[in-house]
């Protein structure tokens, strides 16, 4: 087997489905290009993978959202890999397709005993745990979720399990116009009206033109206000960044506002479509 692309054996370790080895190797060339094989060559530093996936047991006490739990145990879990919309509380508005993901959520696993599966990271900064969560019959809750179009994509690395699964179903759903891919709240909007009703998750359309690189991040820039930026960290996830330039280009995700210049960080490919 030959030098796989990082995320290659991203997905494939991740997924712990594909390797045949329970070692490959990470090296590292001078310009700081990493690549992985499960070939040892000098100077290449082994990692073990492990060859099971850790889960456990839990019963749920609340559902807070479309994506949010508490267990009896009284520690909060975010579901990994997906994004809801967000619910009326106190701190923020509701959105539209929040109460229906919420409600199906607390149909589906309200009091019940579910399984909590762990990716790369257990715990976010909240001191939430991070998971998958399945039901004793196997049903995968966050799959389900992205199937009926309750909820989109939201891939963070390192946490990529399951990826190219979440993405088939999420593809699914936007095709049969399920959920929020039927509501006028989401359809894509230029780029160009980004400032109007730019709040939570959403969808523009715009043509990148021009490539700008820093030392933290690289950017694809749509104007002298407008960017999408991607940490350096994750560029191997991506293919070549000029891949994106001069096309129709659909950006997802949330965007941030300093003084007049609007910006959206992107984490995983799955959130830039080709148009």
């Not at 923020?92 to 589906?108: C, F, I, S, V, Y």
């Not at 699964?165 to 049969?176: C, G, L, T």
């Not at 490539?211 to 991040?217: C, M, N, S, V």
């Not at 694809?220 to 930026?229: G, P, S, T």
Request: net charge positive; hydrophobic share 35%; aromatic share 6%.
């Amino acid at each position: 087997m030959k030098i796989f692309s990082r995320l290659l054996i991203t997905f494939i370790c991740l997924n712990l489905t594909a390797c045949s080895a329970n070692t490959i190797y990470r090296s590292q060339d001078a310009r700081g290009s990493v690549t992985y094989s499960d070939i040892p060559t000098p100077g290449a530093k082994p990692i073990r993978l492990s060859t099971s996936t850790q889960r456990s047991s839990h019963q749920v006490a609340k559902v807070l959202d479309g994506d949010t739990l508490v267990l009896k145990t009284g520690e909060r879990v975010r579901l990994l890999g997906v994004n809801a919309p967000e619910i009326q509380s106190r701190h923020r508005d509701g959105e539209p397709g929040g109460m229906a993901a919420k409600a199906w959520l607390q149909h589906k696993i309200g009091g019940r005993r579910v399984h909590l599966e762990y990716d790369q990271e257990k715990q976010d900064r909240y001191n939430r745990l991070l998971a998958h969560l399945y039901l004793p019959n196997g049903e995968h809750v966050n799959l389900t979720l992205l199937e009926k179009g309750l909820a989109v994509v939201n891939l963070l690395p390192p946490n990529l399990r399951h990826a190219d699964a979440m993405i088939r179903a999420q593809q699914r759903a936007e095709k049969q116009q399920l959920g929020i891919w039927s509501l006028s709240d989401y359809t894509p909007r230029p780029l160009a009206k980004i400032s109007q009703k730019s709040r939570g998750w959403q969808r523009f359309l715009g043509t990148a033109t021009s490539l700008k690189r820093t030392k933290r991040y690289s950017r694809l820039i749509f104007n002298d206000k407008i960017d999408i930026r991607i940490d350096n960290n994750h560029l191997s996830l991506f293919p070549p960044l000029e891949t994106y330039l001069h096309k129709p280009l659909e950006v997802r995700g949330w965007v941030s506002r300093r003084n007049d210049h609007y910006s959206i960080q992107i984490h995983h490919p799955s959130a830039l479509v080709l148009r």
